[in-house]
């Protein structure tokens, strides 16, 4: 059976996300996985956080994605679903992913973590 660790709730402070006229849409709430938390904690010895990926991903820079993918994107953007973005750092795949609701207001969830988080665990 695969491992699975709840999201930890972020602690992000909107003041410090780009200007609202520059993002594609709103993050809504913010959640990461244990990974992607165990990952900072042992990894980060620079001044970069989560908040500089959020940063590029609001603002549509989603990364090292295929083509099909950027334009998967873009037509959440438009219908709703998912958009989602890859970086490389520190040698670990790091993700953020959105779910647009365009049907209920504040109802979007953005969920960072490490693609090792994906990855089947066996016991």
């Known amino acids: 059976m695969q491992n699975f660790h709840p999201p930890l709730v972020a602690q992000l402070i909107e003041e410090d ?4 006229d520059m993002r594609k ?3 809504g709430r913010i959640v990461m ?3 992607f938390c165990k990952f900072f904690d ?3 010895s620079s001044s970069i956080g989560a908040d500089e990926f959020l940063d590029r991903h609001v603002v549509g ?4 994605l295929d083509e099909d ?5 873009e037509d ?3 219908n709703g679903g998912f958009i989602a973005s890859i970086y490389m ?5 790091l993700g953020v992913m959105t779910q647009v609701d365009l049907t209920e207001t504040d109802c979007n969830v953005t969920t960072l973590f490490v693609a090792s988080d994906l990855e089947p665990k066996l016991n």
Do not use: K, R, T, Y
């Open 25 to 27: 849409f709103e993050l």
């Open 76 to 78: 959440a953007l438009v």
């Open 33 to 35: 996985s244990a990974g």
């Open 69 to 73: 993918i950027v334009q998967a994107n």
């Open 61 to 64: 820079d989603h990364g090292d």
């Open 89 to 93: 750092f520190n040698g670990e795949e």
């Open 17 to 20: 996300m780009p200007q609202a």
């Open 42 to 44: 042992g990894a980060i």
